[in-house]
């Protein structure tokens, strides 16, 4: 079945950087676009960004210029590359793909704090 594996979260300062991965698993990856989404405390989840199969992306305004989503087929992960992080971007990281709806990883705490 379909398993998403967020990493690479954790406690980082006002412009600083981050990585986070998503280990995919239980589907054919390469054929799908993926999406970064993120859940502030006491927000509701929000989208991040997504990139197609073929490696286009798209951006929500909050973060664009500062995040870059990419990919690897052939290891099936998505990484999302976060620059100049600001406190306003504290929060869980999911990744998600279009094929399991109903489905969330358990996603990766990302905190910017001084």
């Known amino acids: 079945q379909v398993q998403l594996v967020e990493s690479g979260g954790g406690l980082v300062q006002p412009g600083g950087s981050l990585r986070l991965s998503c280990a995919a698993s239980g589907f054919m990856f390469s054929s799908y676009y993926m999406s970064w989404y993120r859940q502030a405390p006491g927000k509701q989840r929000e989208w991040v960004g997504r990139i197609t199969s073929g490696g286009i992306t798209k951006y929500a305004d909050s973060v664009k210029g500062r995040f870059t989503i990419s990919r690897d087929n052939a290891k099936n992960t998505m990484y999302l590359q976060m620059n100049s992080l600001k406190p306003e971007d504290t929060g869980v990281y999911y990744c998600?793909?279009?094929?399991?709806?109903?489905?969330w990883g358990q996603g990766t705490q990302v905190t910017v704090s001084s």
């Open positions: 998600k793909t279009p094929i399991a709806a109903n489905y």
